[in-house]
């Protein structure tokens, strides 16, 4: 490349810092399974309870469970309790927004 000293800082500069980097990869990894994508639009439309996902989806409730705790660990969903019932919902409203513009992208 030819950049001098001062495009080269100045582009440096507008990059991410090292932690939002990790923050941004984490983010994304979440979207990167087909199973915790489905989830995810799921909840967008509604906030469901594993059985529920589990029987749209179509695949069994340790899978859905298990996606789940990974979304919930990257703060991408929370959950009520009533009772017995946990229901799963979208902690973060952007996140449509994240997918709509991904859409539209592709």
Request: proline fraction near 3%; aromatic fraction near 8%; glycine fraction near 2%.
């Amino acid at each position: 490349m030819n950049l001098n000293f001062k495009e080269e800082y100045s582009i440096k500069n507008l990059m991410p810092s090292k932690a939002d980097m990790k923050n941004l990869t984490t983010f994304f990894y979440a979207f990167s399974d087909d199973t915790r994508l489905r989830i995810i639009i799921l909840l967008i439309i509604k906030p469901l309870c594993v059985g529920d996902i589990s029987f749209i989806l179509n695949c069994n409730q340790t899978t859905v469970s298990h996606q789940l705790k990974i979304l919930k660990s990257l703060n991408i969903v929370a959950c009520d309790r009533n009772g017995k019932s946990i229901t799963y919902y979208i902690k973060n409203p952007s996140i449509q927004s994240v997918l709509n513009a991904t859409v539209d992208c592709i």
